[in-house]
């Protein structure tokens, strides 16, 4: 019996009027990677940012329903969505570094959330988070060098370097091959099943074959609703809803 | 044939041309049935035949219009009569000037006849333009336009042609305003120079002392003229940080609130009001400064038991601060707004307070752009006049008190030729040093705040 990271709890969202998200429940395994797919604008992403509360951020956008991580309810009002947040790091679709060096990047976290005593173990930090996210051989010579000049696969591992460096418990992926070519994908498709073994993993693509192969949880959203969630193979290879044979089969999407 | 004739057979012309020139373009694609019809859509031949209309006529009309008042000139010299030109001690210029004057309606009682006649004849000159060079022009442009019928067959690209003409007025218009600029400081470095030749260059640029009052007479006390202009832009120097160190923090902090807390709604409504400061007249914050800030100050300063001066740098920066403030909130604003949302997103999830964020993602990202707002709006509070003027004085003061009254280089060079002034005496030759100056300080300011946009330009996008 595994251990139930996060809850979703009949999670709706609205912008304004708008209904986005219609009555989501959902259970994410811990230090396993689920991976949300469905067509765009069908609500994934959208829940992905429920589960860091990044949502608060855009004006109009409101909640009901809960989301639990380790049975706590993270819309409470005794928890600041800061400490929530440090807690569950986020990759954006498009790798968005700082304008800053590749070093202060990955110190961003650390520095704000005041985790490390000295400089000598501020550089430790980043350069083990900088090896966890696979990049430091590559970059080691120019650690110093503005993060905005790597190439577009290693910006997105150095901000996957920048979420890991503060240990978050969950790690959100939303779309982050969707800008890379196939080699950089590669690269951080393999670096997610590294990282399965110490972050629970919720990623959104687009792309089945990547859900296929890097996620043991599949969801399938279709216009705001969840329509089937199961193992990724019994889902690609036995759905039991049509619209998921469908959508897989290129039939809508 | 007057001018209105002349108008009307131009633009009835024109338009005939363009339809007459379309029209057997089109017909001349009608006419082939098999192999290659024009190149260019036909109204291209009709506009390409219209433009060699327009172009000889108006650029005929311009150089004439430039000339004009020399070959009158010539005209009337060659009219002088030989006994007038004896009483003027045969200096033709003499009577020209002499005729000039007459022909604006100046004549003196007992002004001679032929001097009179001679007026007339200018006058008749000037204001009557025979029909023969209209017609010249008329015709000019009919051959033009001639030529570019001919032209209509398929060999000719009509749309490339009406383009590249299109583009050389284009080059033209922009390169009016940069003669203009160019023209701008000749003037200006000819007089300076005449200024310079009276009062050495480093006694100008270095002199600690300001007191422009040369003498008229020889034997006049007091007047002996001190050139220095380190007091005047000490003045201003003082005046700017002042105006600076009110606009800058409030300009900058309302800018934040506006691109980051403020909600969509807010900021529709509050961001054109700041903007409306920007449009007060600024005789009127003038009259703020002079009338409301400086006898506060006064009497803050009373109360504290100081004397200060009613007029002070203080009132006049403080004043100034306050006009510059939508510069530097609305420029400011539109550089942080420019900052990506992903890095926002990115600083946020990573578990940063907004306040966090803003200082240590936001601002140094737009860093860069808020510079070159703020060096903008130092140029603006460099030439400013009118506040100074009305609330900090014209008093020459070396001094850094900002309780003291000062003055700045702008409030200088309208004193110096405010009124009736010699054109060769260096009081008045010193406000056109001092006006290049300032040309060449706020010059490299502006350049130096291009070089930092696009700096910023090439790093964030």
Known sequence: MQKNKIEAKKVSVFYNDKKALNEITLSIPEKKVTSLIGPSGCGKSTFLRCINRMNDTIEGCSMTGRILIDNKDINEKSLDPVLLRARVGMVFQKPNPFPKSIFENVAYGPKIHGLTQSSDELNELVEESLKKAGLFSEIKDRIHEPGTSLSGGQQQRLCIARAISISPEIILMDEPCSALDPIATAKIEELIDELAHNFTIVIVTHSMQQAARVSKQTAFFHMGNLIEVGKTDSIFSNPSEKKTQDYITGKIG | ?461
Request: glycine share 6%; proline share 4%; with cysteine.
């Open chain 2, 1 to 461: 044939m007057g001018f209105w004739a002349f108008f009307i057979i131009f633009a009835s012309s024109a338009f005939f041309l363009h339809w007459y020139a379309t029209n057997k373009a089109l017909r001349f694609n009608a006419g082939i049935k098999e192999g290659s019809k024009l190149p260019s859509l036909p109204q291209y031949y009709g506009l390409y035949t219209l433009l060699w209309f327009i172009i000889p006529i108006l650029s005929t009309f311009l150089i004439w219009t430039i000339f004009k008042p020399f070959l009158v000139d010539y005209l009337v010299i060659q009219k002088i009569p030989a006994n007038l030109l004896n009483s003027f001690g045969g200096n033709p210029s003499l009577i020209l000037s002499t005729v000039k004057a007459i022909s604006l309606q100046n004549i003196f009682p007992g002004t001679k006849q032929e001097l009179i006649d001679l007026a007339k004849y200018m006058n008749e000159l000037k204001y009557s333009t025979s029909s023969s060079f209209y017609i010249a022009i008329l015709f000019l442009g009919l051959i033009g336009s001639s030529f570019t019928l001919k032209k209509i067959s398929s060999r000719f690209r009509a749309r490339q042609s009406v383009e590249s003409v299109n583009i050389k007025l284009l080059i033209f218009c922009s390169t009016i305003a940069i003669l203009t600029t160019i023209g701008i400081v000749f003037s200006l470095i000819f007089e300076a120079i005449r200024f310079f030749e009276q009062i050495p260059f480093f006694d100008f640029l270095f002199g600690l002392s300001w007191s422009p009052q040369t003498a008229i007479r020889e034997d006049q006390v007091a007047s002996s003229g001190a050139f220095g202009a380190i007091p005047i832009f000490s003045g201003t120097l003082l005046i700017t940080v002042i105006a600076m160190s009110v606009s800058i923090p409030v300009g900058l902090l309302s800018a934040i609130y506006l691109s980051e807390y403020a909600t969509n709604n807010l900021r529709a409504f509050l961001k054109p009001i700041l903007e409306i400061l920007a449009g007060v007249p600024t005789v009127v914050y003038g009259f703020f400064a002079a009338i409301t800030v400086g006898p506060f100050l006064k009497g803050l300063a009373d109360s504290f038991g100081f004397s200060i001066a009613s007029e002070s740098a203080i009132a006049a920066g403080g004043v100034m601060g306050i006009m510059i403030i939508p510069f530097i909130s609305s420029l400011s604003d539109d550089v942080i707004n420019s900052v990506p949302n992903s890095l926002r997103d990115g600083s946020l999830a990573m578990g940063a307070t907004k306040s966090e964020t803003i200082k240590k993602v936001i601002l140094p990202a737009a860093l860069p752009g808020i510079v070159g707002a703020i060096l903008l709006a130092v140029s603006r509070a460099i030439g400013e006049t009118m506040i100074v003027v009305m609330a900090a004085g014209i008093a020459a003061n070396l001094t850094a008190n900002p309780f003291d009254s000062v003055t700045t280089v702008t409030v200088q060079i309208v004193t110096l030729l405010v009124g009736d002034q010699e054109f060769d005496s260096p009081k008045t030759l010193a406000a056109f040093a001092l006006g290049i100056t300032l040309f060449f300080v706020t010059l490299v300011l502006n350049l130096y705040a291009l070089k930092i946009v696009k700096k910023y330009r090439e790093k964030y996008d």
